[in-house]
């Protein structure tokens, strides 16, 4: 698979392209009709979380960084703040429920065996954990699915800037003929 052209920003501080000042006015107007020209927002929800709004600003920033900071990824970004910051509290909840588990076998195991009752209970927490682990795990997946989307959005957008602008000569002669008469 060929490589995607590069976007004007690279080019303009490569400083070195064999393009034509003409092609990079082109992919200039295409890469800006791209983006509708407002700011990325965030949504209340995601500003009430404390590491929700961590993370939507991290990503706000990046994506400011490199120009894309565009009102179009609103939706995806700040879903993919929430799961981030579910995640993180899944993981949170998890740890402790692990060390809680810990430290009450071994509270068990000093003064004596275990009796059923609390082989259940374990077994009863250990199921918890599975289930918190699966959670986290689907949460991760969804994330990793819209960090793939939001790369190939970007990346499949650059790919449909031709490399090239069309060559006014590829008109039809008829109807540029046309045209010079209406003019």
């Not at 965030?42 to 600003?57: D, G, L, M, Q």
């Not at 949170?92 to 000093?110: G, I, P, T």
């Amino acid at each position: 698979m060929p490589t995607p052209p590069k976007p004007v920003i690279v080019l303009e501080q490569e400083k070195r392209s064999h393009r034509t000042k003409k092609e990079i006015e082109d992919r200039q107007k295409a890469e800006s009709s791209l983006l509708s020209g407002k700011k990325l927002t965030e949504r209340p929800e995601v500003k009430s979380n404390p590491t929700a709004h961590r993370e939507f600003k991290r990503v706000s920033k990046l994506l400011q960084e490199i120009g894309k900071n565009d009102a179009l990824y609103t939706a995806v970004i700040n879903r993919y703040c929430q799961l981030y910051a579910e995640c993180r509290e899944t993981e949170e909840r998890l740890q402790k429920m692990r060390l809680e588990m810990d430290a009450w076998l071994e509270e068990k195991r000093n003064g004596g065996m275990l009796q059923g009752r609390y082989l259940r209970f374990l077994s009863e927490i250990q199921k918890n954990l599975n289930t918190l682990e699966n959670i986290c795990a689907k949460k991760r997946g969804m994330m990793l699915d819209i960090e793939k989307e939001c790369i190939m959005t970007i990346a499949s957008a650059l790919r449909s800037i031709p490399k090239k602008p069309e060559k006014e000569e590829e008109q039809d002669p008829m109807a540029a003929l046309l045209a010079r008469r209406r003019a």
